[in-house]
C-alpha cells in the first residue's frame, strides 16, 4: 500500500523537528485530484518523500514502546542517536530543570546533595590536574573537602609527593583588621567508642623517612617569621597543649611526650630532647638528676667536664662570700634587697681564714644585714647564709619531699632497669598502657625493617 508523509503547516511549527506520532501514510487524493505518489516504507520506519512522486524510510525509527531512534533501528532510551548531534548557533540543549547548556564542554558539575563516582577502579571519579577548588563553605568550622573513610582503621586523605616533594601542604587564611591568621594544618585524633578500653587517635602521627645518610625529621617545624610590623616576635615552632583530664583518679593529658630511639647495634640510646639556646620553664622542673656538661677547660677539643647539680629537700638559696673584721673585730654583710621578702628560716656558716680566732654570728639578718664578730681585729671571714624561699609562687607550690604512689603507680618504677625490671614496669606503662604499647610496637617492626649486620 502506497503511503503519504502529511506536512502540516510548517510555518506554525515551534521546533526544528516535529514528530507527534508514527506518520501512516494512506491512499488519498490531493485537493486538486492529483496522482498519490507510490513505493512504500518498513512499518516503525517514519516515512519520507525519496521523489517527488515516491515515498521511502528515512532514518527515524519508532518503537512499539514509543522510543525514537535517529540513526539506528534499536532505540534504548527516549531518544537514541547513532551520531554526531550538531547545535548550531544560539541552539543549546535545555534540561528539566530549566537549565541551558549552550557551551562545547561543561565547566562546571553541580549537584545539590553528593557527586558519586559510579565505577570499579580505585578512583572512580577521575579529574584532571590541578584539581583547584575555590569558594565559600557554609561555616568558618567546615571544610571545603570533606572526606570519611567508613573502613575501620582506614585513612581519611592520603597525600604523597614526588621526588623530594611534599606530600601535603597547608597554608592558613589571611587575616584582616584585628583578626588571627588561621594555621596552616590542623589536626584532630579519632573518637574512641563502645567501650571503656579504647583509646581515642592521635591528633598528629609523622614517621621520618629513612635516607641511606641521613635519616628524615618526623616533624620539622618553623616559627613564622615576624612581619612588617614595628615591634614584632618571630612565631612558635610547636606549640602543645595536654587534653583536660576528667575523675578523681585520672590527670589531664600531657603536651609532649618524647622517647629517644633505641640503640643498636652497640649505639647508644637517642635523645628524648635536645635544646639548642635558653629553655624557660613556667612551672616545676621533675628530673631524676642534673649536671652542667660543658667543654673541659684544660682540654676543650678532647674532653668534656660536668657538675651535678645540689639538691635540697627545701626550695633554698645559698648566699656567700667574703668579708674581713674591723680593729674591733666586726664587720657588717650587706644582702640584697630582695632578701628577706625572698627568703626566711636563714642558717648561716662562718670560716676563719689564714689565723686561728673564734667568730660568731653577733646579730641575726635584720633590714637585709647581719654582723659579724671575731675574737681578733682584722680577721678574714668566709661566710654562708641559706634561706627558704617565701615568695607568692613558691608558698602555694611546695615540693613534697616523700609522697605515696597512686594507685596506678604502684608497682611500677620510675626507672625500673635500676632495680632490675623490665621495660614495661615503668610508670609509663601504668599511666599509658596503650601508647606505650604502641610505641614499642613501631620501635620492634622499626628495628625488624633494619638490615642486620653480619
Known sequence: MNRLLKIISVATMTASLLVSALAQGQQQKNDQTAAAPGGGNTPGRIAKFTSTKAVGDSNITEDSAGKIGIGTTLPTSQLTVNGVIEVLSGGGIKFADGSLQATAGITKVWRDATLQGDGTQASPLGVSLPLILNGQSQSP?????????????????????????????????????????GP????????????????????????????????????????????????????????????????????????????????????????????????????????????????????????????????????????????????????????????????????YQLTVVGQFAQAIVAEEVKNN?????????GVKVSWQVTGIRQDAWANKNRIPVEEAKTERERGFYLHPAAFGKEEERGVEWANEPEMMREMKQRRLEAEQKRPRQR
Open 141 to 181: 568550622t567546615t571544610g571545603i573537602i570533606q572526606a570519611t573513610n567508613t573502613q575501620i582503621s582506614g585513612i581519611g586523605i592520603e597525600g604523597k609527593g614526588g621526588f623530594g616533594g611534599i606530600g601535603v601542604l597547608g597554608r592558613g587564611g589571611i587575616a584582616t583588621g584585628n583578626g588571627t591568621a
Open 369 to 377: 644585714r647581719f654582723t659579724i664578730q671575731t675574737s681578733a681585729p
Open 184 to 347: 596552616g594544618v590542623v589536626s584532630v585524633g579519632g573518637e574512641s567508642v563502645n567501650g571503656n578500653g579504647l583509646v581515642a587517635g592521635p591528633g598528629v602521627i609523622a614517621f621520618g623517612g629513612r635516607g641511606d645518610v641521613v635519616n628524615g625529621v618526623g616533624v620539622d617545624a618553623i616559627g613564622g617569621e615576624a612581619g612588617s610590623g614595628p615591634d614584632l616576635s618571630g612565631g612558635i615552632g610547636v606549640r602543645a597543649t595536654g587534653g583536660d583530664g576528667k575523675g578523681t583518679s585520672k590527670r589531664g593529658g600531657t603536651g609532649i611526650v618524647a622517647v629517644g630511639g633505641t640503640g643498636l647495634n652497640g649505639a647508644t640510646r637517642g635523645l628524648a630532647g635536645l635544646f639548642s639556646g635558653d629553655v624557660s620553664v613556667l612551672g616545676v622542673l621533675s628530673k631524676a638528676g642534673g649536671s652542667f656538661k660543658i667543654d673541659h677547660p684544660l682540654d676543650p677539643e678532647n674532653k668534656y667536664l660536668s657538675h651535678s647539680f645540689v639538691e635540697s629537700p627545701d626550695m633554698m638559696n645559698i648566699y656567700n662570700g667574703n668579708i674581713t673584721t674591723d680593729h674591733n673585730g666586726l664587720a657588717t654583710v650587706e644582702l640584697p634587697d630582695y632578701f628577706q621578702s625572698l627568703n626566711s628560716d636563714f642558717r
